[in-house]
C-alpha cells in the first residue's frame, strides 16, 4: 500500500527554538495533507488541512503564526512548530491523501514525539 | 466537545474469544465510519470502514456494525489473535465537509492474551 514517511521519529528542543517536521508520500501523489496532533490519552486532533501550492486551513484554536505548514509540493508538507514550548510538547502525525475519495484512502506517518524542555 | 467518543480506553481478551470494541458519536451529520488500528511507534492504518445507508460491514475477522439510532458502532473481531493487540480508533467523517475532515476518538488499547 502507499506509504507516507514523517521524519523526525523523536525531537527534544530547548524552549523557544523552531521545530520542522517533515511528512512525505512516498509512492503517490498527495493532493492533501492533513497534521494532527494528540496529548496523552486523548483523540488524534485535526490541526489543520494544507493542499499543494495553497494556503493551509487551520481549526479553529490552532495559531497558525505558531504552525506554520507548507505544502510546497504534491510528496512534501512540513510542520514548523515556532518558538516552542513546554505546553507544546505533543505527539503529530501527518496524514497523506492521494485523491478527493472517503477515509480508506488516508495514509498515515508514524508520527513525531515532541519534547519541549 | 468530543464528537467521537470511546469510553473504554482500554480492553482485554483472551485468545480466540471475541473483542468487542465500541464507539459513540453525537453529531448527526456523520455519515461515513472508520476504524483504524495502531502499533506503537507507527501510524495508524486503515482497517475497516461504513457507510450509514448500511448496518453491517464485515472483512474476514472484523465486522463492524452501525446502530444510527443510537449514534453508535461497534467494531467485532472474532476470533481475537495475539497480532490484533494495538490501539483502535474510531473515526467519522461527513458528506457535507467532503469527507475531508476525520474526527477521531480517543482510542481503546486492547491486548489478546494467550
Known amino acids: ?3 507516507v514517511s514523517q521524519h523526525p521519529s523523536w525531537v527534544i528542543c530547548k524552549s523557544g527554538t523552531s521545530v520542522k517536521i517533515e511528512c512525505r508520500s512516498l509512492d503517490f501523489q498527495a493532493t492533501t495533507m492533513f497534521w494532527y496532533r494528540q496529548f496523552p490519552k486523548q483523540s488524534l486532533m485535526l490541526m489543520a488541512t494544507s493542499n499543494e501550492g495553497s494556503k ?5 484554536g490552532v495559531e497558525k503564526d505558531k504552525f506554520l505548514i507548507n505544502h510546497a509540493s504534491l510528496t512534501l508538507s512540513t510542520l514548523t512548530v515556532t518558538s516552542a514550548h513546554p505546553e507544546d510538547s505533543s505527539f503529530y502525525i ?3 491523501r492521494e485523491t478527493r475519495e472517503a477515509g480508506e484512502k488516508l495514509f498515515f506517518g508514524s508520527g513525531t514525539q515532541l519534547s519541549v524542555l | 466537545d468530543q464528537q467521537v467518543k470511546q469510553n473504554s480506553p482500554s480492553l482485554s481478551v483472551q485468545e480466540g474469544r471475541i473483542s468487542i470494541l465500541n464507539c459513540d458519536y453525537t453529531n448527526s451529520m456523520f ?3 472508520l476504524w483504524y488500528k495502531k502499533y506503537p511507534a507507527e501510524g495508524p492504518t486503515f482497517l475497516i470502514s461504513i457507510s450509514s445507508i448500511k448496518d453491517k460491514n464485515e472483512d474476514g475477522r472484523f465486522t463492524v456494525f452501525l446502530n444510527k439510532s443510537a449514534k453508535h ?3 467485532h473481531i472474532v476470533p481475537s489473535q495475539p497480532g490484533d493487540s494495538a490501539v483502535y480508533f474510531c473515526a467519522a467523517s461527513a458528506r457535507s465537509g467532503g469527507y475531508n475532515k476525520l474526527i477521531f476518538g480517543a482510542g ?3 491486548a489478546v492474551h494467550p
Open chain 2, 31 to 33: 455519515d461515513y465510519f
Open chain 1, 1 to 3: 500500500g502507499a506509504v
Open chain 2, 73 to 75: 458502532l461497534s467494531l
Open chain 1, 56 to 60: 493551509a486551513t487551520y481549526e479553529q
Open chain 1, 94 to 96: 501527518c496524514s497523506a
Open chain 2, 108 to 110: 481503546t488499547r486492547l
